[in-house]
């Protein structure tokens, strides 16, 4: 099992920019995927991007393609979301999730989330 703890949402405005973290603990860091989704409210969980701790592979939902950004600091068991060019409608609780199915179909273990909200 892993353990997740997302952190720096926030309040930001439209066409600005935030660094989301996601620190992880428990299992061997490096054997797995970490993935970002998002879940506004009144809608469904959204896959956005994902990252293979071991070998730095990276998949992107296409609608986020070029606008966000996922990176990994495997001497800090964190990944990051960068995000640039907010829009409103991405107010949401943005997760952090692991899996070590490379389909990136079955996510075992997610945190908390933290709260973007983008003002217009």
């Known amino acids: 099992q892993v353990q997740l703890v997302e952190s720096g949402g926030g309040l930001v405005q439209a066409g600005g920019s935030l660094r989301l973290s996601c620190a992880a603990s428990?299992?061997?860091?490096?054997?797995?995927?970490v993935g970002w989704f998002r879940q506004a409210p009144g809608k469904e969980r959204e896959f956005l991007a994902a990252?293979?701790?071991?070998?730095?592979?990276?998949a992107y939902a296409y609608s986020v393609k070029g606008r966000l950004a996922i990176s990994r600091d495997n001497t800090k068991n964190t990944v990051y979301l960068q995000m640039t060019s907010l829009k409103s409608e991405e107010t949401a609780v943005y997760y952090c999730?692991?899996?070590?199915?490379?389909?990136?179909?079955?996510?075992?273990?997610w945190g908390q989330g933290t709260q973007v909200t983008v003002s217009s």
């Open positions: 999730a692991a899996t070590s199915d490379n389909n990136l179909v079955g996510w075992d273990d």
């Open positions: 428990g299992r061997t860091f490096c054997t797995f995927i």
């Open positions: 990252i293979h701790l071991n070998g730095g592979n990276t």
